[in-house]
């Protein structure tokens, strides 16, 4: 069976798509973000699948788009609550996953905190805050590495997993 070379998770702002694509470039691999898929199969964007259908329908979506691109190679970036849904831990067993950890510093610089993200709509520091204390612990179990991206360009941490996976 081919697996991912790497699987990227972490909070939003973590830099997942970008550290991947940049992963992927180098290793001349295809890259997969599970939360572009998720939109690209339903034709809408991820707030609109949340206002239109709710999270629980997200997340049936997104766990059909993980388990399909954790079937082949590349590198695989999940959206940020993948990794804490029920199902994550055995799915991501046995397969190399790095958690990019990141600051709310960090990460507000990288998203700007604005209304395209459903979970972070509402005062969103806060709501960023809470969720990553509640997705800490998921994440850390399910990885094998933990990346810190604090004050790293994409670059240095593409560089850090290298050394690792």
């Known amino acids: 069976m081919v697996s991912p070379r790497v699987v ?25 973000d ?12 991820i707030s609109d699948i949340f206002v239109a259908e709710g999270e629980a329908a997200f997340r049936r979506y997104e766990e059909a788009a993980v388990r399909s691109s954790l079937n082949g190679p590349g590198v695989v970036a999940l959206g940020g609550g993948a990794a804490v849904q029920p199902w994550a831990a055995a799915a991501l067993a046995d397969l190399p ?15 700007g905190f604005d209304t395209s993200r459903p979970l972070l709509a509402v005062n969103p520091r806060a709501s960023w805050t809470r969720m990553m204390n509640e997705r800490r612990p998921a994440y ?15 670059e240095q941490v593409a560089d850090a997993i290298e050394a690792l996976a």
């Not at 599970?34 to 964007?45: F, H, L």
């Not at 996953?97 to 998203?111: E, K």
Request: hydrophobic share 40%.
């Open 97 to 111: 996953v790095v958690f990019l950890d990141v600051t709310i510093a960090d990460a507000s610089g990288r998203i």
């Open 8 to 32: 990227l998770i972490g909070p939003p702002g973590a830099g997942k798509t970008t550290v991947g694509q940049l992963l992927a470039t180098r290793w001349d691999l295809p890259f997969v």
């Open 34 to 45: 599970t939360d572009e898929v998720v939109s690209r199969d339903r034709g809408q964007s």
């Open 140 to 154: 850390e179990t399910v990885a094998r590495w933990r990346v810190d991206t604090a004050g790293r360009t994409p």
